[in-house]
Nanobody, 124 residues
Framework: QVQLAESGGGLVQAGESLRLSCAAS????????MGWFRQAPGKERELLAAISWSGGSTYYADSVKGRFTISRDNARNTVYLQINSLKPEDTAVYYCAAGLDSTLGYTTYEYDYWGQGTQVTVSS
């Protein structure tokens, strides 16, 4: 059983940057593929980025390519999401997720464990 805890969200102005962190405990972190999702009010949860167990493979949704960067530190059991040039439409709750399949997961169904989420609010 893996527990995930996101941090790093907050209220920021448009154009600023944030780095979200997701700390894992209770499992062998390096076995899991990891993903970052977000969900805005009234919208479905969407995949933003995914990373394989080693960090050697990554995936980005077209909507965030060039602004978001996913990375992981297996020694620290942590996955990160760097978000640059924030926009008001990035406002959402951001979730990290872990999948027992250690490769890239593209849908919510491919992830087995979820964090509670961290709120990101971007003001214009």
């Amino acid at each position: 059983q893996v527990q995930l805890a996101e941090s790093g969200g907050g209220l920021v102005q448009a154009g600023e940057s944030l780095r979200l962190s997701c700390a894992a405990s209770g499992g062998i972190f390096s076995k899991y593929g990891m993903g970052w999702f977000r969900q805005a009010p009234g919208k479905e949860r969407e995949l933003l980025a995914a990373i394989s167990w080693s960090g050697g493979s990554t995936y980005y949704a077209d909507s965030v390519k060039g602004r978001f960067t996913i990375s992981r530190d297996n020694a620290r059991n942590t996955v990160y999401l760097q978000i640059n040039s924030l926009k008001p439409e990035d406002t959402a709750v951001y979730y990290c997720a872990a999948g027992l399949d250690s490769t890239l997961g593209y849908t919510t169904y491919e992830y087995d464990y979820w964090g509670q989420g961290t709120q990101v609010t971007v003001s214009s």
